[in-house]
């Protein structure tokens, strides 16, 4: 299976500015998703991204809050910006996998705190 | 720092036993379900899967039963350790053998081993 790592593993940050975390796939991948996961609860979907294409953004996330960048097959950046305490959350990359397991890897993750 | 789980429903298992961890899931049309492990301060970690046309499952401890008629998925982990204190989550998707669908996550339980 993919390795992912991803960075950074945690920050604090204060409001009104800007963090971009990376995610880095030791192998090609075509489908990278960025999850959320706010404190105590599950992981949400933030978007997809698709090397070559614009990001697929879900219900209640747009690409102006959360701009991702995909320049290849193995790395993908999410930036979460003019940041307020309320996205203080784990933010985590994940990959689909191909042929033939067609399982899904996570990274680390990255813990942000907006203060 | 952060834990995952603080929030979240608590299964609390004495070391030995046997631990049942059930999810419910939406979409009728979802065809691979996956069962994850998340510790504290790491990103979830594939546990088992299954696809839609098996009913059970079954790995190292752990047995996964999906029954399609109430969209029930349910984890069994046999003879639990301490090593099993974590958050779990079960996830489902559409994939219809085609890599890339996103995963959609169920609430998640907290397992605490009692020795």
């Known amino acids: 299976s993919a390795v992912i790592s991803q960075k950074p593993s945690r920050d604090i940050c204060q409001r009104g500015t800007s963090l971009t975390i990376q995610c880095q796939v030791d192998s090609q991948v075509t489908m990278m998703f960025w999850y959320r996961q706010q404190p105590g609860q599950s992981l949400t979907l933030i978007a997809t991204?698709?090397?070559?294409?614009?990001?697929?953004?879900e219900s209640g996330f747009v690409i102006d809050k959360f701009p991702i960048s995909r320049p290849n097959l193995t790395f993908s950046t999410l930036t979460v910006s003019n940041m307020s305490p309320e996205d203080s959350s784990i933010y985590l990359c994940s990959v689909a996998l191909g042929a033939p397991n067609y399982g899904y890897t996570f990274g680390s993750g990255t813990r942000l705190t907006v203060v | 720092g952060e834990s995952v789980g603080l929030h979240l429903p608590t299964l609390s298992v004495q070391e030995g036993d046997n631990s049942i961890i059930n999810c419910a899931y939406s979409n009728s049309a979802s065809d691979y379900f996956i069962w994850y492990k998340q510790e504290s301060g790491k990103g979830p970690q594939f546990i088992i899967d299954?696809?839609?046309?098996?009913d059970k499952r079954q790995g190292q401890r752990v047995t996964v039963l999906l029954n399609k008629t109430v969209k029930h998925l349910s984890l069994q982990i046999a003879a639990t350790q301490p090593g099993d204190s974590a958050v779990y989550f079960c996830?489902?998707?559409?994939?219809?053998?085609?890599?890339?669908?996103?995963?959609?996550f169920g609430g998640g339980t907290r397992v605490l081993v009692k020795p």
């Open positions: 991204a698709n090397q070559g294409s614009e990001a697929t953004y």
């Open positions: 299954i696809r839609s046309n098996m």
């Open positions: 996830a489902e998707t559409n994939r219809r053998e085609a890599a890339g669908n996103k995963l959609t």
